[in-house]
C-alpha cells in the first residue's frame, strides 16, 4: 500500500516523513500565507525536491490557473508527478502536452468525492491521467482536498472498480481509521494531510512524525 504525505514545509519534515515510512511526499506551490494551506515558494519546493531524490515519489501540486504557467513550472522543478487539484482541470491535450514537455512526469487528477457524479468524473479522467486520487471539498479552501473530512468509501469503491488507473484515496485519513479505508475502498494508495499535522486556531503548523508514522504503518500492515 502507497502512502502519500501531503502539506511538507521544509527539507527536514520531508526527510522526517520519509523516514516514517512516507512514499511519496507532495508539496503546494503557491503564494505563502495565501488561500492554500501550507504552500510554500519554489525556492523552498526545489530544495525539498533535491534533497528527497530517489528516496521517495515527489508530488508538485500546481495550483496555478493555466496550461502554459503548469508546465513551465513543472519543467523547472521536474517533480515525479503533477497533481491537478485546484484552479486548472487537465483534459488529454494537455496530458499529450505534459508528455511532450516531461516525458517521465505522471500526471494526477483530483476527483471531489461528492455523489453518484464523481463516479462518471473519475472514469472520465482515467482516460488521459495516470492516477486519481479521491478527496473530500472544502467550502473554505479552492479546489478539491484539504477538507481533512471523510468522503463516501462506497463511491471510492465503485471507482476503484471502474477506473484502469491506480486510485489514491484521501479525505481525512489518519492512523485511526486508514486501515477501515483501505479495507473498504482497496485503493492502490492512501493520502494523509490534516489528521498527521499539528493543527492550531485552524492552521497547518508543521507535520506531527510520530503521526505519520503510525499512519504509514497502518497502511502497510493491511492486507488486501
Known amino acids: 500500500m502507497e502512502t502519500q504525505i501531503y502539506s511538507i514545509q521544509t527539507v527536514e519534515e520531508a526527510l522526517g516523513c520519509i523516514q516514517a515510512g512516507a512514499d511519496r511526499i507532495g508539496v503546494l506551490v503557491g503564494l505563502v500565507n495565501g488561500p492554500f494551506p501550507c504552500a510554500i515558494s519554489e525556492e523552498t519546493a526545489m530544495d525539498i525536491f533535491s534533497a528527497i531524490g530517489n528516496k521517495a515519489v515527489k508530488v508538485l501540486i500546481s495550483v496555478q490557473d493555466n496550461e502554459a504557467d503548469i508546465l513551465a513550472q513543472t519543467q ?82 465503485q471507482i476503484v472498480e471502474k477506473v484502469k488507473v491506480p486510485v489514491i484515496l484521501a479525505g481525512g485519513l489518519g492512523p485511526d481509521n486508514v486501515r477501515a479505508a483501505i479495507e473498504q475502498v482497496k485503493p492502490f494508495g492512501v493520502d494523509s494531510l490534516t489528521r498527521t499535522s499539528v493543527v492550531k486556531n485552524g492552521k497547518i503548523l508543521h507535520k506531527d512524525i510520530e503521526l505519520v508514522k503510525q499512519f504509514c504503518e497502518a497502511a502497510k500492515d493491511v492486507s488486501l
Open 76 to 157: 523547472r522543478l521536474k517533480p515525479d508527478v503533477l497533481h491537478l487539484c485546484t484552479s486548472f482541470a487537465g483534459n488529454p491535450e494537455f496530458r499529450e502536452k505534459l508528455r511532450k514537455c516531461l516525458p517521465e512526469v505522471k500526471l494526477m487528477e483530483a476527483v471531489g468525492v461528492t455523489g453518484e457524479e464523481s463516479i462518471e468524473e473519475a472514469v472520465k479522467k482515467a482516460e488521459y491521467a495516470d492516477i486519481i486520487l479521491l478527496d473530500s471539498v472544502s467550502t473554505s479552501i479552492p479546489g478539491i482536498g484539504a477538507a481533512g473530512v471523510i468522503n463516501d468509501w462506497g463511491i471510492g469503491r
